[in-house]
């Protein structure tokens, strides 16, 4: 069993920033590669962002291409997403998720999932 949990969610005005953060226990964390999923209310789940476990590659959504960084401090055991620039079209509930693999680009290549962390964008 890997426990995930997010934290740092909340409400910013747009163009504000926030650092969400990912505890991962269970597991070794440096030898899974990690992501960042978010749902927005009546919409499929996304993928944010996703870092390799060395991290030395990392993957961003187009729509956050610029705005966000993704990382990892294996020492903490913890996966980080940092949003600038934030906008109302941001606000979901977002996800980690951790893979056996080295790297992970989809939904199912993830195994284990938080419980999530709301993020609201005012206008």
């Known amino acids: 069993q890997v426990v995930l949990v997010e934290s740092g969610g909340g409400l910013v005005q747009t163009g504000g920033s926030l650092r969400l953060s990912c505890a991962a226990s269970?597991?070794?964390?440096?030898?899974?590669?990690m992501g960042w999923f978010r749902q927005a209310p009546g919409k499929d789940l996304e993928l944010v962002a996703a870092i390799s476990w060395t991290g030395r590659r990392t993957y961003y959504t187009d729509s956050v291409k610029g705005r966000c960084t993704i990382s990892r401090d294996n020492a903490k055991n913890t996966t980080y997403l940092q949003m600038n620039s934030l906008k109302p079209e941001d606000t979901a509930v977002y996800y980690c998720?951790?893979?056996?693999?080295?790297?992970?680009?989809?939904?199912?290549?993830?195994?284990?999932w938080g419980q999530g962390t709301q993020v609201t964008v005012s206008s």
């Open positions: 998720a951790s893979t056996h693999q080295a790297m992970g680009n989809t939904r199912d290549e993830f195994d284990y």
């Open positions: 269970g597991r070794t964390f440096g030898s899974y590669a």
